[in-house]
């Protein structure tokens, strides 16, 4: 069974910058061998890409709304992807998800969600 645990959450005020960790552990799981993408769902609108990146690191991918200002990184050794979130906005708070992309290209087809970690910009 595959788990992503992900943190770095927090309060922060617009123009700050916050790092996001997902953490991944299955004994199935070969983690580099499949994309990872990020998600999040602000308060009473629908889950959205944010942003994903190939098995190996090499290829990335982003919504238009966090172009330029998140960058999505991932060490395999540590099982871990990254969001690095700069130049923060109030429309960037939500909740935000780690998720396995079995097609990369294809966020549609994540699976194995991790629980969340709340990002919250205060203006």
């Known amino acids: 069974q595959v788990q992503l645990v992900e943190s770095g959450g927090g309060l922060v005020q617009a123009g700050g910058s916050l790092r996001l960790s997902c953490a991944a552990s299955g004994l199935t799981f070969t983690f580099n061998l499949f994309a990872m993408g990020w998600f999040r769902q602000a308060p009473g609108k629908e889950r959205e890409f944010v942003a994903a990146i190939s098995g190996s690191g090499g290829s990335t991918l982003y919504a238009d709304s966090v172009k330029g200002r998140f960058t999505i990184s991932r060490d395999n050794a540590k099982k871990t992807v990254y969001l690095q979130m700069n130049s923060l906005e109030p429309e960037d708070t939500a909740i935000y998800f780690c998720?396995?992309?079995?097609?990369?290209?294809?966020?549609?087809?994540?699976?194995?969600w991790g629980q969340g970690t709340r990002v919250t910009v205060s203006s």
């Open positions: 998720a396995v992309i079995l097609r990369y290209g294809e966020p549609s087809s994540a699976t194995y």
